[in-house]
């Protein structure tokens, strides 16, 4: 079947943008995430939503960040005002549960660049 | 293209070997651990995982060791093959959250 589908796959922005990441999660996992990774960095948290709601946002860095999946299915990470510390790649997994011990399934990531 | 194994220790064997890679963990509340595999270009992939009621446990061609002693963890690989070639990540959760932090990373380089 189809796995977690992230687009576009590469954007090229100037400092200051606006900018909108999208995720497609695997048809009816519950929980989604994102994650930003740095070049030669392990994938940093985000946040993590349970069905529609964001049930832990610790990880985003500021309000400049916002993330939504208004019907369980597809979310979008919208950065404003964007900054060339945010050039990363951010990538989006789905799981199919609640529970913290269920394998998550991670997109190809969408690679950001702020010049 | 751009590596994610940019700047991350490295660790080299030979095909046919087996590979040990290894992990130290920084939060003793951690109760769930994982070993990701990461290709250049391509998201992480799950490999193996350990909860921490176990110190061992063993999948195809890989086992996860876990001390919790020490707060330690490593990925052994059997008979080691080019298509392992990548950066392997392990990950730990805090009981009841969800919320992976992943570490560093070692880039593996199997020699034909």
């Known amino acids: 079947g189809a796995g977690v589908s992230q687009t576009p796959s590469n954007k090229v922005t100037e400092k200051g943008k606006y900018v909108e990441l999208r995720c497609d999660p695997i048809?009816?996992?519950?929980?989604l995430y994102w994650y930003r990774q740095s070049l030669g960095q392990g994938p940093e948290f985000l946040i993590y939503f349970q069905g529609t709601g964001a049930a832990d946002d610790s990880g985003l860095p500021n309000d400049r960040f916002f993330a939504v999946r208004p019907e369980g299915s597809v979310s979008t990470l919208k950065i404003q005002r964007t900054e060339r510390g945010d050039s990363a790649v951010y990538l989006c997994?789905?799981?199919?549960?609640?529970?913290?011990?269920?394998?998550?399934?991670f997109g190809p990531g969408t690679r950001l660049t702020v010049l | 293209g751009e590596s994610v194994g940019l700047h991350l220790p490295t660790l080299s064997v030979q095909e046919g070997d087996n590979s040990i890679i290894n992990c130290a963990y920084s939060n003793s509340a951690s109760d769930y651990f994982i070993w990701y595999k990461q290709e250049s270009g391509k998201g992480p992939q799950f490999i193996i995982d350990i909860r921490s009621n176990m110190d061992k446990r063993q999948g195809q061609r890989v086992t996860v060791l876990l001390n919790k002693t020490v707060k330690h963890l490593s990925l052994q690989i059997a008979a080691t093959q080019p298509g392992d070639s990548a950066v392997y990540f392990c990950?730990?959760?805090?009981?009841?959250?969800?919320?992976?932090?992943f570490g560093t990373g070692t880039k593996l380089q199997v020699i034909p």
């Open positions: 997994a789905s799981s199919p549960g609640t529970s913290a011990y269920n394998e998550q399934f």
């Open positions: 048809s009816g996992h519950t929980a």
């Open positions: 990950a730990e959760n805090l009981r009841g959250y969800q919320k992976v932090t």
